[in-house]
Structures are given as C-alpha cells and as structure tokens.
T-cell receptor, first 118, second 115 residues
Framework: GESVGLHLPTLSVQEGDNSIINCAYS??????FIWYKQESGKGPQFIID?????DKRQGQRVTVLLNKTVKHLSLQIAATQPGDSAVYFCAENSQWEAGGASYGKLTFGQGTILTVHP | DTGVSQNPRHKITKRGQNVTFRCDPI?????LYWYRQTLGQGPEFLTY????????KSRLLSDRFSAERPKGSFSTLEIQRTEQGDSAMYLC?????????????FGPGTRLTVL
C-alpha cells in the first residue's frame, strides 16, 4: 500500500547547529503534508504543513521543503535547541469525497529521533 | 493547548477485561480521528467521525473495538476482551471542516498496558 517513510531513524546535533530531517512518500495523489514533533509521553504536536502546490514554506526557525519529482519532504530546523529534542514524524494527508461525505486520514512515517546536545 | 483532551492518560488492565477511553475536542472540531501508536512507530489510523457519523474504519479495528460519538462532541473508544497486543498509545485527533488547513490536532493520548 501507499506509505510514508523516513530515511534516518536518528539524528544527533550540537546546540546551535541546523538540523535536517528527511522523509520519502509514495502516494503521489496526496496534496498535503504535515510535520509533527512528539515528546516522550505526549501526543504529536503540529510544527508546519505544506500543500503540494508549494515547494517551500517557512515558519519560526523551521522550513519545510517539498520535492514532488522525487517524492521527498524535509524539515529544516535552524539554530537547534535542546528543547527541540523529540521524535519527528512526517505525515501525509489523504482526503477524498464520496457520496456527499468527506473522508480523510493521516499516514505517518516511522519517525526520526532528534537529539540536541548542549 | 491543542483543544483536545483525553482520559484517562494511563490505563493498566488485565487480559480479557474491557476498557473505554474518552476524547473531548473543542466544539469547533467536528472531525474526529482515533489512532493507535506502538513504541517506535508512527500513529496508525483507526477510525474517523464527521460530527456523529463514523465514516471510515481501518482494518486494524477488529470486532473487539468499537468507537462512538453520540452527540458529535466527545468520543469513546472501547476495547473488549483486551489482549496483550492491544498495549499501545491511543491517540485522538480533531480538526474543523473547511478553512485553510487540514491539520489534525492531537490530544495527549491514553497509554494502555494489558498485563
């Protein structure tokens, strides 16, 4: 079936460095992608999203890049801080309409563990 | 604060017992989702409600699982005759219809341990 996956399961960086987390997706029909951050014992926290009609979107210290040609998504975190340490997931939103109703669900990748050393 | 609360946060039960979890989104979130997450994995979709109607169920949702959203507000997920393989984090997510974003906002989850 369709799936979303991550290239690197772990990433260790020094405080202040920039971090790049990568994600490959396989459902070319998907038109929306989300990055989530999940800390231990907590639910996923929204970071940033991007639609397929864009190739770049910036937030506060974060940038998401989308390359539809190779079905690749990345999350860049600038000036990484210890508080950024968490598991990061990319998710693909699949949505469709049928019988007058709207359906949708997220398909997540396995996650990348980001560790930031002070 | 995502506007989605879940109770209980932790549940320990013995195999064969029934358990029920509750999710309370804010009123604007008419779309509600349940996911299951095992250690080291991303959340997996279980089921979806639009208002009170359950519109989609994953094949992961066996006959022992049932979800309801009777008034289109809070939702419950019940697992009957729990098995050790049911041990996981159960996450509820919600969002509004329309708008500029399809983002789902997650609650803190309920950690289930089946002994």
């Amino acid at each position: 079936g369709e799936s979303v996956g991550l290239h690197l399961p772990t990433l260790s960086v020094q405080e202040g460095d920039n971090s790049i987390i990568n994600c490959a997706y396989s459902n070319s029909a998907s038109d929306y992608f989300i990055w989530y951050k999940q800390e231990s014992g907590k639910g996923p926290q929204f970071i940033i999203d991007i639609r397929s009609n864009m190739d770049k979107r910036q937030g506060q210290r974060v940038t998401v890049l989308l390359n539809k040609t190779v079905k690749h998504l990345s999350l860049q975190i600038a000036a990484t801080q210890p508080g950024d340490s968490a598991v990061y997931f990319c998710a693909e939103n699949s949505q469709w309409e049928a019988g007058g109703a709207s359906y949708g669900k997220l398909t997540f990748g396995q996650g990348t563990i980001l560790t930031v050393h002070p | 604060d995502t506007g989605v609360s879940q109770n209980p946060r932790h549940k320990i039960t013995k195999r064969g017992q029934n358990v029920t979890f509750r999710c309370d989104p804010i009123s604007e979130h008419n779309r509600l989702y349940w996911y299951r997450q095992t250690l080291g994995q991303g959340p997996e979709f279980l089921t979806y409600f639009q208002n009170e109607a359950q519109l989609e169920k994953s094949r992961l949702l066996s006959d022992r699982f049932s979800a309801e959203r009777p008034k289109g507000s809070f939702s419950t997920l019940e697992i009957q005759r729990t098995e050790q393989g049911d041990s996981a984090m159960y996450l509820c997510a919600a969002r509004t219809s329309g708008g500029l974003t399809d983002t789902q906002y997650f609650g803190p989850g309920t950690r289930l341990t089946v002994l």
